[in-house]
């Protein structure tokens, strides 16, 4: 047990709560490590600093505090001088990594600051420095990143309503830049990329200041959402000119032109903002980015984040686990590069057809030839995360088995090269060639580094024999000594008569002789005593200790020189960094169409055609998690037919060229409900007179849990998997490029801004109201739910009449109100389909069928009683049912139109 020591003079007069505010006390009246401790502090004042005390990173103060609340670590106190106990708590050396990276999780910045000489040989105060300071978006270690995910770093700058965003991953090296005039645009440009981290300009005096998700500030644009970390930066380093030439210099080119954002001043600040923040961070490293990027938004598909979410594509709307979403059920890459780079392309899908055909040519190469196919994901598997390791490299921080891994990756593109050289389609034929310097290079990785060397990089073990005369030399002779050692131990045996005399080596005592306590009388005159253990005295004699400090000095020497043949070969690897880059783009690529490939033919994918008209046209489409998640044949497959091109766009567009054309072409059609049914409204809107082959619009009805939703999800699904290039879940499918996807599909309460289901509803309809053009795909579920049912069918009646006539968008809208069946009767480009049902007499049975014609019946009474209602509620509602039914107005009205 540990027996408490006497308080000094000086901590009994101390107060008894320790201090854990660093900020205003006088730095004098600290012993001289915490001195230090506060003055590296003061200069993060925004970070969490952990500082090595012997085999501990501890934290005092403040962060003391935050560090053991965050971490459940026990508060503890530590006599700091005249000031008294300061507030500490520590997390052993040996896993600061694992400790950081949850801190880091949880928003905070961590500044590390390292023992920089051998504390055993310090004289007084051991030398400290910052040596890493890590925040959530400049992460570069491995165990803190996840393999399957990039890490975003982003930067935006705003003047009124353009803005400028950079964004860069510096553990692969992209880095790219945008501007646009709707800030609504940039929220969603955030939303799409997930930062760990965003910084903002700001002429406050608090910069520095790391916000963690859902903290506010005045200083962050009410435009940035608020689930992000955002990181304040002074105005000065997102000055345009000065970061313009900050670019210029890090890439060393002439002008921005050949990025492409040399009118773009507000990327370019962004750009110049980010790139000071990375120097600022990587003190020590010289991250390696890739070239400056510039891109559109609407170079893309777009899809806004409601969308993504509604067809959960990275993960689940219900309880957001990656288990049940699109890339769970697409993702069968090999690679984290492949995983990475997958992702990355549903969320910036195609409207380029001939990139989507390219894609398509590889994945059908490799879907006939399936011995390709498995040869080339066997292979793949053998690669590791290339990007990565080469960024370590080039920014110092890669260790041994980072290097070995790179060589054994490197040393397969020979074989890849071999396997594809007879393919055709694009995505292959890249890997037909890669530069000969990387094999080169892995072969000389090979040749220099042991197979399976220690993670750490200053205990030697590094560098196989042969490689340096000077190393061999200085091996042997510490081999000599330690030979030594061992003979010594024979020797003395046999001068002592002691057979169980031992040498053992520890590293805190050295080199001594261990004899058991019953033989410790017959030791020799010339052993010393050096510690007493229970059983057993350790000796040393003057020769061994001399021994003991050769063998020291000798290993210091012989890690030093491995240390420095290893950083040679590190920094060779590193100036390949761009090189080693664009192979693993290749093979990134490469592995995600694989991937496909491999989903088609187990899955019985078919490749669709992209055309330039507006049809989406799928013949026995399916959903492609839901089907994977049931027992396979249970999927009922449905066709959906929408969006035929109508001659009056035709003449639009050679309107637009200049061609003449009239009003005339326009009449009012079909304004009266086709029945006789006064109760319904009229349409204000004009259509083209001309016949449309297929409808823009469908209003699809059918019960409860028919397949409604369902239905929607596939076709929105099917069409952004065709525009990243894969194959799809149909029978065939012709689809015409979208330029956007909208979904509004089941809201729920947004709590954290305040606003209602039917509030959050509403802006999402007014938002593809707003930005819905013919081009774009519209599912919409439900409309109209959340408030009164006359509100609510006058709203879903307005919304599907405005998307088929003034937008004519390719719209499924699902409705339980069957009253919007009418409009297929105003509109020739709206249409009726119904998922159906079997009615038995005590039962219905879902056939998930969508057939064309209206649903008249929900079945929702039905629904209550499969889900558990009580008997007695269902009995009443089935009465409260027929009242309604017999005295509604609209009810009597379609009762009237049916009659006559
Ligand atoms: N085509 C299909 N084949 C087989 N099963 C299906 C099909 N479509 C839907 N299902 C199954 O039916 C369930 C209910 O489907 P969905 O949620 O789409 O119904 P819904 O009509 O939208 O219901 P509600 O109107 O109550 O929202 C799904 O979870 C799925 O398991």
């Not at 004042?45 to 560090?67: K, M, N, W």
């Not at 990007?387 to 790179?406: F, K, P, Y």
Request: glycine letters at 6%; proline letters at 5%; aromatic letters at 6%.
């Amino acid at each position: 047990m540990k027996v408490p020591s006497t308080p000094t003079a000086a901590e009994s007069q101390a107060p008894i709560q320790p201090c854990t505010d660093c900020r205003q006390i006088d730095k004098n009246k600290l012993s001289p490590m915490y001195k230090h401790y506060v003055e590296v502090k003061e200069k993060h004042p925004h970070s969490l600093l952990l500082y090595r005390c012997g085999d501990f990173f501890e934290t005092f103060f403040q962060d003391a505090v935050i560090v053991s609340r965050e971490l459940e670590l026990v508060l503890t106190s530590k006599h700091g001088g005249e000031i008294g106990r300061v507030a500490m708590t520590g997390v052993p050396h040996h896993a600061w990594e694992r400790y950081t990276t949850q801190l880091i999780e949880k928003g905070y910045a961590v500044v590390i600051c390292d023992q920089v000489e051998d504390a055993a040989v310090a004289q007084g105060l051991v030398k400290r420095e910052v040596t890493r300071i890590l925040t959530p978006g400049t992460l570069l270690q491995d165990g803190m990143l996840k393999a399957s995910r990039n890490n975003y770093l982003a930067a935006v700058a705003i003047a009124k309503n353009h803005w400028g965003l950079a964004y860069a991953d510096i553990s692969t090296g992209e880095f790219l830049a945008t501007q646009g005039s709707n800030l609504e645009q940039l929220t969603q440009e955030i939303l799409r990329l997930q930062p760990s981290e965003v910084l903002v300009p700001t002429k406050a005096p608090d910069v520095g200041t790391l916000f963690r998700p859902g903290e506010t500030s005045e200083h962050i644009p009410e435009c940035l959402p608020p689930s992000f970390c955002y990181c304040l930066r002074s105005q000065s380093s997102f000055n345009t000119s000065e970061a313009r030439q900050k670019l210029i210099q890090k890439f060393k080119v002439r002008s921005l032109e050949g990025f492409g954002c040399e009118d773009l001043p507000l990327a370019v600040s962004a750009a110049g903002g980010l790139l000071e923040y990375i120097e600022d961070t990587q003190k020590e490293s010289d991250v390696p980015l890739q070239q400056l990027r510039t891109y559109a938004i609407t170079d893309y598909l777009i899809l806004d984040h409601q969308t993504r979410r509604n067809l959960e594509i990275t993960q689940t709307v219900r309880d957001g686990t990656f288990i049940g979403s699109l890339l769970w059920a697409l993702d069968k890459t090999t690679t984290a590069m492949g995983s990475r780079a997958l992702k990355r392309w549903f969320l910036q899908p195609l409207l380029d057809i001939k990139g989507i055909r390219a894609r398509q040519d590889t994945i059908q190469e490799l879907v006939e030839n399936s011995s390709l196919r498995h040869d080339l994901r066997q292979l793949l598997r053998q690669i590791y995360d290339l990007e990565r390791l080469s960024g370590r490299a080039g920014s110092g921080t890669a260790n041994a088995r980072d290097l070995v891994a790179l060589a054994e990756s490197m040393l397969r593109l020979p074989e890849l090269a071999r396997l594809v050289t007879e393919t055709r389609s694009p995505y292959l034929r890249t890997l037909q060639k890669f530069p000969s310097e990387l094999e080169q290079l892995g072969h000389k990785l090979r040749a220099q580094l042991v197979e399976s060397p220690p993670i750490h990089l200053t205990e030697g073990n590094l560098i196989r024999p042969g490689i340096s005369s000077q190393l061999d030399e200085r091996r042997r002779l510490l081999e000599e000594d330690l030979q030594w050692v061992a003979n010594f131990e024979i020797d003395e045996k046999a001068r002592t008569g002691i057979p169980t005399l031992k040498v053992g080596h520890n590293d805190t005592f050295g080199y001594y002789i261990s004899i058991s306590r019953a033989k410790a009388d017959q030791v020799p005159a010339n052993y010393i005593r050096k510690q007493t253990l229970k059983n057993e005295e350790r000796y040393y004699t003057p020769e061994l200790k001399e021994r003991e400090a050769r063998i020291l000095t000798a290993e210091k020497d012989l890690y030093q020189l491995e240390y420095d043949i290893f950083t040679e070969l590190r920094t060779e690897v590193g100036e390949q960094a761009d090189a080693i880059r664009n192979v693993s783009r290749a093979i990134a690529a490469a592995d995600v169409l694989c991937g496909f490939a491999e989903v088609a033919v187990y899955q019985g994918y078919c490749r669709p055609e992209i055309v330039s008209g507006r049809e989406i046209h799928i013949i026995d489409g399916r959903h492609p998690v839901v089907e994977k998640s049931i027992p396979a044949g249970f999927f009922v497959p449905n066709s959906t037919e929408i969006g035929s091109r109508e001659q009056g766009a035709e003449s639009r567009d050679k309107r637009a060229e200049g061609a003449e054309g009239t009003e005339g072409e326009r009449a009012t059609v079909n304004r009266q409900p086709s029945t006789v049914n006064q109760q319904l409204p009229t349409t204000n809107y004009q259509l083209p007179t001309t016949n449309y082959q297929l409808p823009d619009l469908i209003i699809l009805t059918g019960p409860n849990a028919s397949g409604k939703s369902c239905y929607l999800r596939q076709v929105g699904l099917i069409q952004l998997m065709a525009q990243v290039g894969s194959f799809v879940p149909a029978k065939s499918a012709k689809l015409g490029v979208c330029d956007r996807i909208f979904t509004r599909v089941g809201a729920v309460d947004d709590l954290a801004t305040g606003q209602s289901t039917f509030m959050v509803e509403m802006n999402e309809t007014a938002n593809i109201l707003n930005h819905a053009s013919p081009r774009s795909l519209v599912l919409l579920d439900e409309i109209g739910r959340g408030t009164a049912t006359f509100d609510g069918l006058s709203i879903a009646w307005a919304v599907a009449e405005y998307l088929a006539t003034e937008i004519r968008a390719r719209t499924i809208f699902a409705t339980h109100y069957h009253e919007l069946n009418e409009l297929a009767s105003i509109l020739s480009n709206v249409a009726n389909y119904q998922v159906t049902v079997k009615e038995l007499p005590d039962r219905i049975i879902f056939l998930h069928q969508v057939q064309p014609g209206g649903a008249d019946k929900s079945y929702g009474i039905e629904a209550g009683r499969l889900a558990g209602l009580p008997p007695v509620v269902i009995q009443r509602a089935k009465q409260v049912m027929t009242q309604i039914e017999q005295h509604s107005k609209i009810a009597i009205g379609l009762r009237k139109s049916t009659q006559s």
